[in-house]
């Protein structure tokens, strides 16, 4: 699943493609994808002009001229891109065509994706935002505020940071990539950090985010830059999918680790990560 750094880099390049620019037509070909489109979306839509793409924790956020905002979510396998007009892919369930003849196409094998409306009045407290946790990237997010955000949970510390509730838009990748960094194990009970390692923490975390943004990404299977272009922070990963490979900067015999945790693989080194 794409996660914060993916999300960016597609918001970033698409507000070069869409903003300013007006909808001359929205074909929705299919009822639904995780759950069903709004009612008459095709409609709402058909003739809007583009305002700011945002974005908030894995989803993009597409202001438009009635006062409305598309809000958009890649699921497991969707991706979003910007291009010429040609036929409509198998899986291209959602096709924009914007008034310079560009096309935006919405493809989502899985379905796992999911497009929604509302307006600016309510964002805030829309279902799929009202909980999530502060930007990692944003001033605020520090050893301080995890520090409070972890205290009493008894969850492993890489548990608790996969919570879009205490961190917006950290998945499985950059939760081991972070922890890596800041030599704390994923096993870790979670409100047990303290201030000294929480704040290690925060700063690993917003390095490596911006680190990971500023390479694209991580294309791992599905996702794609809104150019079609692959990301290269996969080259770059410490820990994540390194399972028995050496780990960077460590002598340990033992080389990555992979454990499962809530379902999720984690990768970790358990000599540097304590």
């Not at 379905?111 to 829309?126: E, K, N, P």
């Not at 690993?204 to 830059?225: F, H, K, P, T």
């Amino acid at each position: 699943m794409p996660e914060l750094p993916e999300v960016e880099t597609i918001r970033r390049g698409l507000a070069h493609v869409m903003s300013g620019r007006r909808i001359l037509r929205a074909e929705l070909r299919r009822a639904d994808l995780r759950r069903p489109f709004p009612p008459a979306l095709a409609e709402r839509l058909q003739g809007a002009r583009i305002g700011a793409l945002g974005r908030r924790g894995k989803y993009l956020l597409i202001e438009l001229d009635d006062d409305g905002i598309l809000i958009l979510h890649l699921g497991m396998s969707g991706r979003i891109t910007a291009g010429a007009a040609s036929p409509a892919g198998r899986h291209d369930h959602v096709v924009l065509t914007l008034d310079d003849g560009s096309h935006i196409r919405f493809n989502d094998p899985r379905r796992f994706g999911l497009l929604d409306y509302t307006s600016r009045a309510q964002l805030a407290r829309h279902p799929l935002l009202a909980d999530l946790g502060p930007e990692p990237l944003e001033p605020g997010f520090d050893g301080v505020y995890l520090t409070a955000a972890l205290a009493g949970r008894t969850t492993p510390l890489k548990s608790a940071l996969l919570d879009q509730r205490v961190v917006a838009g950290l998945g499985n990748i950059y939760a081991c990539e972070a922890l890596y960094r800041a030599r704390l194990s994923p096993r870790r009970r979670a409100g047990a950090i303290g201030r000294d390692r929480a704040a290690r923490l925060a700063a690993a975390i917003r390095a490596v985010l911006e680190e990971a943004i500023a390479a694209g990404g991580s294309s791992l299977r599905d996702y794609v830059r809104a150019d079609g272009g692959l990301g290269y922070f996969q080259h770059r990963w410490a820990v994540y999918g390194r399972e028995g490979m050496p780990c960077p900067g460590c002598d340990c015999a033992e080389g990555v680790r992979r454990i499962v945790q809530a379902g999720r693989s984690t990768f970790y080194c358990a000599k540097r990560q304590r």
